[in-house]
């Protein structure tokens, strides 16, 4: 169990740190040249582990799991860093408080995973904690607000990374940790390229310290899928979801600090009665 703790605080910090990088660079590059560049650095550390591993054993349906996650990753992570380009951190983080949703309905469907009344009761508090956050804004919390950009954005990189979650799930389930890893990273940097290309998106040179944010992009993102998998490995999907929520704080601690963004106390209200939420649905186990 303390391994899973220690996971999932590396999960909450590493989040928003990507967060941070990729919205500081999303100023400069395309959305989709930043994820390539990010799964690059990944892709490389992952040569050697995947070459030593053998894959001979996992059939057509594994392979076309793999597949599916590596679409609905790049998908996710490219509306997310373009969310992140126009929107406020502080907002657009706790707005992935709606991802558990999406992971409880699909882990039913999908897994079988049914979630207790407790947990229920978590995610409705979690909804009324980001109330205050979007509360912030001009829209407020009303129909309009869904209809910015920003928030579309992220509600579809939530959507696709939500339902990415139950495929990583079950290829965990069917292979391991270690591999599921390397085969994210993989396809991650595979799927970039081909939006590159799909998009027509020019495929620049980024050097310096643009280079180093793209490096640590990288570093975040892998530990934060690494013990991603690791949680899902002995957590539900609609719980491990949930738990991850927490990272919201840290989002709205580095968009006041870093980006100077308004109403900290307000959003850091939601965020606290989030975390209620979050603890509520540890009542679920």
């Known amino acids: 169990m303390f391994e899973a703790g220690l996971a999932l605080l590396i999960r909450i910090l590493s989040n928003p740190l990507a967060n941070m990088l990729q919205k500081i660079q999303a100023q400069k590059h395309s959305a989709i040249l930043i994820n390539a560049y990010s799964y690059f650095f990944l892709s490389l550390a992952c040569i050697a582990p995947a070459i030593m591993n053998n894959w001979s054993g996992y059939g057509a349906n594994y392979w076309l799991y793999v597949l599916l996650a590596g679409i609905l990753c790049t998908l996710g992570s490219v509306c997310l860093i373009k969310a992140l380009q126009i929107g406020e951190m502080s907002v657009l983080g706790p707005v992935n408080s709606y991802k558990c949703i999406v992971g409880l309905v699909i882990g039913f469907l999908l897994l079988g995973e049914i979630p207790s009344v407790y947990g229920l009761l978590g995610v409705i508090l979690i909804i009324f904690g980001s109330w205050f956050i979007f509360d912030t804004v001009q829209e407020g919390f009303s129909f309009k607000l869904l209809l910015r950009k920003d928030i579309i954005l992220r509600f579809c990189a939530l959507f696709f990374t939500g339902c990415e979650a139950v495929v990583l799930k079950k290829i965990i389930l069917i292979s391991s940790v270690g591999e599921s890893f390397i085969l994210w990273c993989f396809t991650g940097f595979l799927f ?26 990288a570093v975040c993102l892998g530990l934060m899928q690494l013990s991603t998998n690791f949680v899902f490995a002995r957590l539900n999907v609609g719980l491990s979801l949930a738990l991850f929520q927490l ?13 100077k963004e308004e109403h900290f106390l307000k959003k850091l209200l939601g965020s606290i009665i989030m975390i209620l939420g979050s603890c509520l649905i540890l009542l679920m186990k």
């Open 192 to 217: 970039s390229i081909l939006m590159l290309i799909i998009f027509r998106t020019k495929p620049e040179r980024i050097f310096g310290k643009d280079l180093l944010d793209c490096a640590g992009i």
């Open 247 to 259: 990272s919201s704080v840290i989002a709205v601690i580095f968009g006041y600090k870093f980006f």
